[in-house]
């Protein structure tokens, strides 16, 4: 499976974005997807996952209530809707792909896109 992050750049605060990610390749290793971050000088941290149906998803705590994950799975493709954006969800954002929403979140995930950089100016 390759992964294939896009739409990151800078946004003033308060602002939104939508990242994509796109999966090809042995797109049936794809049934849970997500989304992490990394700040500089931070340690990777887990942002939103959702599973194949779509009627599951999970958000970390920062985020909740302003970035909705979904997927089009005619297109292989995870979004990442990023609404009211604060410059502490500056970071590189990458997304990942495994069969089980455990392995996911943990970051565990064996596959992995290249990263997106979001930066939130004040």
């Known amino acids: 499976v390759q992964l294939q992050a896009s739409g990151g750049g800078l946004v003033q605060a308060g602002g939104s974005l939508r990242l994509s990610c796109a999966a090809s390749?042995?797109?049936?290793?794809?049934?849970?997807m997500g989304w992490f971050r990394q700040a500089p000088g931070k340690e990777r941290e887990f942002v939103a996952a959702?599973?194949?149906?779509?009627?599951?998803?999970v958000y970390a705590e920062p985020v909740t209530g302003r970035f909705t994950i979904s997927r089009d799975n005619a297109k292989n493709t995870v979004y990442l809707q990023m609404n009211s954006l604060k410059p502490e969800d500056t970071a590189v954002y990458y997304c990942?792909?495994?069969?089980?929403?455990?392995?996911?979140?943990?970051?565990?995930?064996?596959?992995w896109g290249q990263g997106t950089l979001v930066t939130v100016s004040s």
């Open positions: 390749g042995r797109t049936d290793n794809t049934y849970v």
């Open positions: 990942a792909s495994d069969q089980s929403m455990s392995i996911v979140r943990t970051a565990k995930a064996t596959y």
């Open positions: 959702v599973r194949w149906s779509g009627s599951t998803a």
